[in-house]
């Protein structure tokens, strides 16, 4: 949580998070699905229950010298944790779903269940890697946005092309499609455009990035630095 608040303070419109179930079926938001790198023990969140999880601080691995202590002591939050710290606020949130294989369904609607009460849902995105996660949130709930994630990776099949890609997108009924920095070219974005999709990119770190999205039409940029591009925002906005 204090990382997002340091995203907040340093002007980015949203955030984007991941969200794992636990052993006792509760969405909670860490990025790996072990403690191995953030709380010293390799165990998997999926094998652990909330209450388990809950006193583990998952915080103090992480220190910058320009922030040294503030994560010092923080927790793994719960979704229904996090909806309530940004219901309060005018922020996107970008929720990316990492089921484990069997968790599929369970993840899916623990998540739509969490958003029911929440408003403005207009601000929220589903999106994950596994497209039939997606296509299950938007059964159980086709208000809300979604996202199909797409990585270099994708490429690798020969053949794959830009008609594929958005095969899978429109088959898992996303509203967006979020690409890799990689894998993002003018041909796909106004092809994407075309057929109703808004495109996000990720892992956009270098500053240039904010001309290039204007030019390309990019509804979000999702970054490691938001204070860089923030700023950079500005000087191009003026």
Do not use: C
């Amino acid at each position: 949580m204090a990382a997002f608040d340091l995203a907040i303070e340093a002007g980015a419109d949203g955030i984007e998070f991941d969200v794992h179930l636990t052993r006792d079926g509760v969405p909670v938001v860490i990025h790996d699905d072990t403690l191995l790198r953030t709380g010293g023990m390799s165990r998997h969140i999926s094998e652990m229950s909330l209450s388990e999880l809950s006193g583990i601080d998952v915080g103090s691995w992480f220190q910058l010298n320009e922030v040294k202590g503030i994560f010092s002591g923080q927790t793994i939050p719960t979704l229904i944790g996090l909806l309530g710290w940004a219901a309060a606020k005018s922020t996107y949130l970008y929720l990316e779903m990492k089921p484990d294989p069997d968790q599929r369904e369970n993840l899916a609607e623990a998540v739509a269940e969490s958003l029911e009460h929440f408003t403005p849902m207009d601000r929220v995105i589903i999106e994950s890697f596994d497209l039939d996660a997606i296509k299950i949130v938007k059964a159980l709930s086709p208000n809300i946005k979604t996202a199909a994630l797409f990585e270099p990776s994708v490429l690798t099949p020969p053949g794959f092309r830009t008609r594929r890609l958005l095969e899978l997108a429109a088959h898992a009924q996303a509203n967006e499609i979020a690409l890799h920095h990689r894998l993002v070219n003018e041909r796909l974005t106004a092809r994407a455009r075309a057929e109703g999709f808004e495109v996000v990119v990720w892992t956009v770190d270098d500053p240039k990035w904010i001309t290039k999205a204007r030019a390309l039409q990019i509804a979000a940029l999702i970054t490691n630095n938001p204070a860089l591009l923030v700023a950079q925002r500005n000087t191009v906005i003026g």
